[in-house]
């Protein structure tokens, strides 16, 4: 921190922001120069400078995931700040990425010690789930004017991965809205998604989430009829249709059916990003072996 104020960062960004910057928590990566970047022109360093606040900043970005692995919470990693204090180059990066709560709502989140903790290990697990293959790495175009560079991240992720990378950016959708209807939306795609399934979803989802985290025949009854209720919900959403839930439950009801299925997508999580094999990529086989595994898991308990 004694390095950071040193630095021309209070000049560049102004004093209240960056005052408001040091009572938050930050990360702060250190890089050497090399001697070429003394020659590049800004709009050369804008560029070069640009693609590696990308890559930092999807690094944070799993912490915040890592933090929605312990409980619901919406720690979002927006700034960037990049300074180099021997070419005096400096830079500022903007990233639409601010997460909502379980309820689209926004709030503080404290974390302990012990939190923060094992926040940083599910860090590295997600990390390690969203890291691409670099053969088959999107390059990310941008556009420059006046200043000025805007990235097209989404558009180079918009591709086919690992089931648990595909997950994953799910996740992050359904956290960067407020709307609850498209919450539960992305939350069952999520679990499609990583059980594999490709019919009579409602009904699969349901029983193969029960089976994989419920505890005994209560939870699990209790797991089946929320997960049938955010199917309905998710299928009225989809057509346009005015919400059937909303005939007998109020909004907060509905609020609090997104809680109670990021709960569920959390624990499902938990236990299945360790199971590396459940992990399937874009071969039929793979994806064949990982429906049969819940399906099986799904018939112990709950024959055809």
Aim: hydrophobic share 35%; with cysteine; net charge positive.
């Amino acid at each position: 921190m004694d390095l950071i104020k040193k630095t021309n960062l209070k000049n560049q960004i102004g004093v209240n922001m960056y005052n408001a910057l040091l009572r938050k928590p930050m990360m702060v990566c250190f890089m050497p120069t090399i001697e070429e970047e003394f020659t590049w022109s800004k709009n050369e360093c804008d560029e070069k400078y640009g693609i590696k606040a990308i890559h930092l900043n999807n690094f944070a970005q799993t912490f915040s995931i890592g933090s929605w692995f312990i409980k619901d919470s919406c720690i979002s990693t927006t700034k960037i700040y990049w300074l180099n204090l021997f070419s005096a180059y400096n830079s500022q990066s903007d990233r639409e990425m601010a997460v909502t709560l379980s309820n689209g709502s926004i709030a503080e989140t404290f974390l302990t010690a012990d939190e923060v903790k094992e926040a940083i290990e599910r860090m590295y697990e997600v990390y390690s789930c969203l890291l691409p293959d670099e053969s088959k790495m999107v390059h990310i175009n941008c556009t420059s004017s006046e200043g000025t560079t805007v990235w097209e991240i989404d558009k180079a992720i918009s591709k086919e991965g690992n089931s648990y990378s595909r997950a994953l950016i799910l996740l992050q959708e359904a956290r960067r809205t407020g709307v609850i209807t498209s919450k539960i939306d992305k939350y069952c795609s999520i679990l499609e998604c990583l059980y594999a399934i490709n019919k009579q979803h409602k009904t699969n989802i349901s029983y193969i989430k029960a089976v994989y985290i419920g505890k005994n025949n209560e939870e699990r009854e209790k797991i089946i009829n929320y997960m049938k209720e955010a199917y309905g919900v998710r299928s009225d959403c989809s057509h346009g249709d005015n919400l059937k839930y909303l005939k007998e439950n109020n909004y907060e009801s509905l609020k609090n059916l997104s809680s109670i299925v990021d709960d569920y997508v959390r624990r499902v999580f938990r236990k299945i990003i360790s199971e590396k094999k459940l992990n399937y990529d874009l071969t039929p086989e793979k994806k064949a072996n990982t429906r049969k595994y819940f399906q099986t898991l799904k018939q112990s308990i709950y024959p055809d």
